[in-house]
């Protein structure tokens, strides 16, 4: 299946920043704070009834804000002084994430506890205003959202800090490495990286002194990754190098995850996506494993259909369920995932990993080469999610089951709207905590006819 090209069409025609309208911009509110909305802000009304989305504060706070943006009738804030606290505020664990400051670290002012209790209630809210009532009634039949921590991270007292296996910055003007400012363009030079894992910590990529500046330029665009399965290297544009500044050659990194009850190694380009959490493949692949199948249901001679497929995270622990009786087919628009996925599965006969576009189109040609209605189908689309032509032809391959990968609770919901009204019911929702500090979490829902 080879890969066709995709139809663009013309973008409208955007208002640049300098017409956007600021009247209002800096202006400082006294906001009484309510429900959080999805994408890291609560929700607020100013003295005139407006809504204001207020970053860096907790449901039910009193707090002074200041106005960031203005759209309409809606208006955009963060919280620089807390009149009235909640209890579940704490010191943020990265207060250059803090207002003012970069993007990607919107929660660490709350526990990790009211971090996921949060982030439940954003899903539940966006499963009921996107996904419908119906849908929501049924999730509450089911007992509800939970968003779970990571194995590792149930201690009420862990920071959770520590937990990515991988960031990316840019070069300042001052060869210094750092992140944007949250939505916009300048760089702040980073003076630590809480988040990431001690391995990365340790590089010294964000002292004065450091030795990468040699390396690398204002403007490049930097990767430090930890793989689970060796040292920790840095990307500096098609350059890959050693803890210790050399470069190296390192086509892929290797990562190890505990699956069932063994452990698969993968081996991904340095540039390649994987989660980033330290235990985030292995919470999803056995999620997927276990939600593919049922309970007690047998998996040897099994037909699957797998789209968004990446490197193979899920294909491989799917493929060895099935066994040499069953039948596995994959669908990735990145080649270079693909080429991945190719060496991952290179033990399993019966697995056809293809490269193409995600697409009506693409379900129906990856149907045809399983030969045989799907006994499940699983898509991990990104962000944005799989999209309603996609859930279509998901549902007309007349697979009984359907388990869907969302790291977005909107699009999320989209995509289960899509399908229970193709046919398909809630079976199961699952949620975890895969990105501590910030908004952003992951789902498993099962689907059934």
């Known amino acids: 299946m080879s890969p066709r090209p995709s139809r663009r069409r013309p973008s409208p025609r955007r208002r640049t920043a300098s017409a956007q309208p600021r009247e209002g911009?800096?202006?400082?509110?006294?906001?009484?704070?309510?429900?959080?909305?999805?994408?890291?802000?609560?929700?607020?009304?100013?003295?005139?009834?407006?809504?204001?989305?207020?970053?860096?504060?907790?449901?039910?706070e009193v707090v002074?804000?200041?106005?960031?943006?203005?759209?309409?009738?809606?208006?955009?804030?963060?919280?620089?002084?807390?009149?009235?606290?909640?209890?579940?505020?704490?010191?943020?664990?990265?207060?250059?994430?803090?207002?003012?400051?970069?993007?990607?670290?919107?929660?660490?002012?709350?526990?990790?506890?009211?971090?996921?209790?949060?982030?439940?209630?954003?899903?539940?809210?966006?499963?009921?205003?996107?996904?419908?009532?119906?849908?929501?009634?049924?999730?509450?039949?089911?007992?509800?959202?939970r968003v779970a921590p990571a194995p590792g991270d149930e201690d009420p007292g862990d920071s959770l800090t520590g937990r990515r296996s991988r960031i990316d910055v840019v070069i300042d003007a001052d060869g210094r490495a750092g992140m944007h400012e949250f939505r916009g363009r300048r760089v702040i030079a980073l003076e630590d990286m809480p988040l990431a894992v001690p391995a990365i910590r340790e590089l010294g990529l964000f002292d004065e002194d450091t030795p990468w500046r040699r390396l690398w330029k204002p403007g490049d665009r930097v990767r430090a990754v930890a793989p689970s399965g060796g040292d920790p290297v840095v990307l500096i544009g098609d350059d890959t190098y050693?803890?210790?500044?050399?470069?190296?050659?390192?086509?892929?990194?290797?990562?190890?995850?505990?699956?069932?009850?063994?452990?698969?190694?993968?081996?991904v380009r340095p540039s390649g996506f994987w989660q980033t959490h330290v235990r985030g493949a292995e919470v999803l692949a056995?999620?997927?494993?276990?939600?593919?199948?049922?309970?007690?249901?047998?998996?040897?001679?099994?037909?699957?259909?797998?789209?968004?497929?990446?490197?193979?995270?899920?294909?491989?622990p799917l493929a060895r369920a099935v066994g040499e009786s069953g039948r596995v087919v994959t669908l990735e628009g990145d080649e270079g995932a693909v080429r991945d996925a190719g060496e991952n599965l290179a033990a399993f006969d019966w697995v056809d990993a293809f490269a193409g576009n995600v697409?009506?189109?693409?379900?129906?040609?990856?149907?045809?080469?399983?030969g045989a209605v799907p006994d499940v189908v699983v898509a991990d689309p990104p962000r944005a999610g799989a999209g309603a032509e996609v859930c279509e032809a998901i549902a007309a391959t007349g697979a009984p089951r359907v388990v869907l990968v969302s790291c977005d609770p909107a699009a999320g919901a989209r995509d289960l709207r899509t399908l229970t009204e193709a046919g398909y019911e809630l079976e199961s929702l699952q949620a975890w905590d895969l990105f501590p500090h910030t908004h952003h979490v992951e789902m498993v829902s099962v689907l059934s006819r």
């Open 64 to 145: 002074r804000a200041r106005v960031t943006a203005v759209q309409k009738k809606l208006a955009w804030a963060d919280a620089i002084e807390v009149v009235e606290a909640s209890a579940d505020r704490v010191d943020s664990v990265w207060p250059q994430a803090g207002p003012g400051g970069v993007g990607g670290g919107e929660l660490a002012h709350l526990t990790p506890a009211a971090q996921r209790d949060w982030k439940s209630r954003v899903i539940a809210g966006q499963l009921r205003r996107v996904g419908g009532e119906a849908l929501s009634e049924v999730l509450d039949a089911l007992g509800g959202v």
């Open 242 to 267: 050693a803890a210790d500044g050399v470069r190296i050659d390192a086509d892929v990194l290797r990562w190890n995850v505990p699956v069932g009850s063994g452990v698969e190694s993968y081996y």
């Open 286 to 316: 056995n999620a997927v494993l276990a939600a593919a199948f049922g309970a007690g249901e047998a998996a040897a001679g099994r037909a699957v259909m797998e789209l968004y497929s990446g490197a193979g995270l899920f294909s491989v």
């Open 359 to 370: 697409d009506r189109e693409g379900v129906v040609d990856l149907s045809g080469q399983l």
């Open 25 to 60: 911009i800096g202006e400082i509110l006294q906001l009484s704070v309510g429900e959080p909305a999805h994408g890291g802000a609560c929700v607020a009304r100013d003295e005139s009834g407006r809504v204001v989305f207020v970053r860096h504060a907790a449901p039910g």
